[in-house]
Every structure is written in structure tokens, then in C-alpha cells.
């Protein structure tokens, strides 16, 4: 099993816990919310499509923005993992290491264990994005292994390896607690700071030093959002 996927896990089920209630794997929040992962794949996924110049009548000349999309992966990833922790609860197949563990002994999981590569083509990165948003968006049961499988392809499409990942991942899941911290659902949080999507702010501290802890992370966001 791989601490890192099975770290990403635990967090992401603390992370839910904290802004649903501890009966979200029920597929409803605290506030009587009605919760869909799979339309939160497909949503997040159309927002990586915007990441490139895909448009033939508008600013066809205009470069990806590599940046954006690999955050848009890493939001499909909170998602992908909120799912699988759904479904193993409901159709009591195992728990969060079960899904670790399956999630390590895969082909796919294997690619992305790798010095990291360049970017893929854009038609092939659309392609394997509309890929995961046919699966999420199917009326059919639920195909997570090959879900996962897609996605863990794309991670290695966009210059991603596990390691990068993880550290793209753990930087959001602290942003994504200051902002519920910080008015976020309440809708009175400030997502632009001085000019910069707090999502920049977050990459460049953890850029600035690579071995921050979570938790002086979750400081020097704090520094920068009362600064504002």
C-alpha cells in the first residue's frame, strides 16, 4: 500500500467530515444537502477543458495555461477519492485502506510512479478528460476502477507524477479548510488576493519551500488573507 495515496485519503475523508458531517458517505451534509460526486467530476472536468485554447472563434492563437489545469486535476482528484470513499461505504466493500490498497496494486497507479514527463498533446489530454466525464456522467453503475484508471492516465498527460501530485493535492486540501474556515460556503470569503487566485498564492508559498508543514502552510495563508 502507498502511505501517499492512503495519506490523500484519510485527509480527504477529514476534509469531508469537517464541511458535510460525519454522514456525508450517506450522499447527504449536515445542512440536509443533497451531495453528487459524479456531477462534481464532470463539472470540475468541463472547468480543465477551459485551461485551452479549444474554442475555433475565439483567441485561437492563445497558449494553455498548464498551471490552471493541473490545480483542475487535482480538483477532479478530491472528487475521484470523495466517490471512492462514498461507494465502499455504501456497498460495504471495505474501508479507506481497502481503497489505498487497491488504488497501489494498479496498472494505471504504477505510470505516474515515475520521474515526471512532459505534457501530452492537447487533443489527447481533451480526449482522456471527456473520457472521465462519460464515465461520471453515465446512467450505468458506477465503473470506478476504470474511472480511477483514466484519471491516474491524465495525471501523467499533465507533467504530474505521485509526488507531485501529493504536494498539489496537500497544498488544496489546507486552501480548501481555510476557506471553509473563512466564510467560503457562507459565500463571504475573498478568493482574489491582490490581484491573484488564492489558488496561485497557495502554489507559490509551497513553491517558496518545499518542505513547509501543513500546518505553517495553513499560517502563511492566514498571513496573506488578513493582509489583504
Not at 460525519?22 to 451531495?35: D, L
Not at 461507494?87 to 488504488?103: F, Q, S, W
Not at 480511477?148 to 498527460?157: K, N, P
Request: aromatic share 10%; charged share 25%; glycine share 4%.
Amino acid at each position: 500500500m502507498n502511505n501517499k495515496i492512503l495519506l490523500m485519503l484519510q485527509l480527504q475523508n477529514q476534509l469531508n467530515d469537517a464541511t458535510n458531517g460525519e454522514a456525508w458517505t450517506e450522499g447527504v451534509t449536515k445542512n440536509g444537502k443533497k451531495i453528487n460526486w459524479r456531477r462534481c467530476i464532470y463539472m470540475e472536468c468541463a472547468e480543465m477543458v477551459d485551461s485551452f485554447p479549444w474554442k475555433h472563434w475565439k483567441a485561437i492563437a492563445q497558449e494553455p495555461d498548464w498551471h490552471n489545469h493541473q490545480i483542475e486535476v487535482v480538483d477532479v482528484w478530491h472528487f475521484i477519492m470523495s466517490l471512492a470513499i462514498e461507494e465502499y461505504a455504501t456497498k460495504k466493500i471495505g474501508n479507506i485502506e481497502d481503497i489505498a490498497v487497491k488504488i497501489s496494486e494498479s496498472e494505471s497507479f504504477k505510470n505516474i510512479v515515475v520521474q515526471e514527463s512532459s505534457f501530452a498533446e492537447i487533443d489527447t489530454i481533451l480526449t482522456k478528460i471527456e473520457n472521465l466525464m462519460r464515465i461520471a456522467l453515465s446512467k450505468e453503475e458506477l465503473n470506478l476502477d476504470a474511472l480511477i484508471a483514466e484519471f491516474f492516465d491524465l495525471v501523467s498527460m499533465s507533467g504530474l507524477t505521485l509526488e507531485s501530485l501529493y504536494r498539489l493535492y496537500v497544498g488544496k486540501n489546507i486552501l480548501n479548510q481555510f476557506r471553509q474556515d473563512n466564510g467560503y460556503k457562507e459565500g463571504t470569503y475573498i478568493k482574489i488576493w491582490n490581484g491573484k487566485e488564492d489558488n496561485v498564492v497557495m502554489k507559490s508559498i509551497w513553491e517558496t519551500d518545499s518542505d513547509i508543514t501543513p500546518e505553517l502552510l495553513y499560517s502563511e495563508l492566514n498571513k496573506a488573507y488578513c493582509a489583504l
